[in-house]
């Protein structure tokens, strides 16, 4: 068997396998879309497979007018774009000087860094710094304890390392450029993937958060979208105000509980919406940030 012969095996049993994954993650979404614009009866009777059935838009419509979910969304939006920024920010002010080799201490300040992705103080101890701290029912305790992951700035530095050349800033030091200028002219510019890479690890990674807001804050105005979605999904529970918006009209048991069903969907596919629109336009950059510096040579 030639080298040409096997190159199609390959390339055969990779399309297969690739097809069967695209199938096994395509079709859960594509239920709970058909489900989330179905007939509340056809969702809780099991007719619903990829296609809506009796098509119908109450638990959207229900969901938007429930004034507490708006806010939820306010403050996730809120808690993402300034979670993602300070997030960002630090992230790439503490890899630039780590891939620099005349920096002398940078070996001890990885190793801090990595000691502390296998060894953490828990949550009692994250807890009182958070409270001692006067986080408590702030922005801040949402956002400040995971401001730095040091996977994210391991992985900057790998590819600062790898794209920006020492000979660029030696030439530019020449010129009389300072770190700080240097940094903003040329480093910025020549890591955007990375950067991009970063902003979206830091972004999904807040906006699917609802552990730290059901820890440290007990203010309702406060609550991430993420909290309300957990009340429905794992406890159950559904607003009384939005479970009468919705159920208005419905007179038995098995309507309500249909209903209720019916708002499930309709908030899952409200929460990741947003998440879903903005990857494809930062698809190109996540390639090209995880994959560069991969190869030396």
């Known amino acids: 068997m030639n080298i040409k012969t096997k190159n199609r095996i390959f390339n055969l049993i990779n399309h297969g396998f690739l097809s069967?994954?695209?199938?096994?993650?395509?079709?859960?979404?594509?239920?709970?879309?058909?489900?989330?614009?179905?007939?509340?009866?056809?969702?809780?009777?099991?007719?619903?497979?990829?296609?809506?059935?009796?098509?119908t838009i109450l638990g959207y419509q229900t969901i938007f007018e429930d004034k507490e979910i708006w806010i939820g969304y306010r403050n996730t939006v809120l808690y993402?774009?300034?979670?993602?920024?300070?997030?960002?920010?630090?992230?790439m002010l503490a890899a630039y000087p780590l891939s620099r080799t005349d920096f002398k201490p940078r070996n001890f300040f990885m190793k801090l860094f990595t000691f502390t992705m296998?060894?953490?103080?828990?949550?009692?101890?994250?807890?009182?710094?958070?409270?001692?701290?006067?986080?408590?029912?702030?922005?801040?305790a949402i956002i400040l304890p995971g401001a730095v992951s040091a996977y994210n700035i391991i992985l900057a530095r790998t590819f600062i390392q790898s794209n920006v050349p020492r000979e660029l800033?030696?030439?530019?030091?020449?010129?009389?450029?300072?770190?700080?200028?240097?940094?903003?002219?040329?480093?910025?510019?020549?890591?955007?993937?990375?950067?991009?890479?970063v902003s979206l690890f830091c972004a999904v990674g807040i906006w699917g958060s609802y552990f730290s807001a059901m820890i440290y804050l007990s203010n309702p105005k406060l609550?991430?979208?993420?909290?309300?979605?957990?009340?429905?999904l794992i406890s159950n529970q559904v607003n009384a105000n939005t479970l009468a918006q919705g159920m208005a009209g419905a007179e038995s048991m098995a309507?309500?509980?249909?209903?209720?069903?019916?708002?499930?969907?309709?908030?899952?596919?409200?929460?990741?919406?947003?998440?879903?629109?903005?990857?494809?336009?930062?698809?190109?950059?996540?390639?090209?940030?995880?994959?560069?510096?991969?190869?030396k040579g």
Not at 25 to 34: F, K, Q, S, Y
Not at 119 to 137: E, R, S
């Open 20 to 55: 069967l994954a695209l199938v096994i993650v395509l079709v859960p979404l594509l239920h709970m879309v058909a489900a989330s614009f179905s007939d509340p009866a056809a969702v809780t009777g099991g007719r619903v497979g990829i296609f809506p059935v009796d098509f």
């Open 80 to 91: 993402t774009v300034t979670g993602t920024a300070l997030s960002t920010v630090l992230t």
């Open 118 to 140: 296998f060894f953490g103080g828990g949550l009692i101890p994250t807890y009182l710094l958070v409270k001692n701290l006067k986080l408590l029912d702030t922005m801040g």
């Open 169 to 197: 800033l030696e030439a530019t030091q020449i010129d009389g450029c300072d770190d700080f200028r240097f940094f903003r002219m040329f480093v910025i510019p020549l890591t955007k993937p990375i950067i991009a890479v």
């Open 223 to 232: 609550y991430p979208l993420q909290i309300y979605l957990r009340d429905i």
């Open 255 to 295: 309507a309500k509980q249909s209903i209720q069903e019916l708002l499930k969907y309709s908030l899952i596919i409200v929460s990741s919406v947003p998440v879903l629109c903005i990857y494809p336009f930062i698809q190109k950059y996540f390639v090209r940030g995880v994959m560069l510096g991969s190869i």
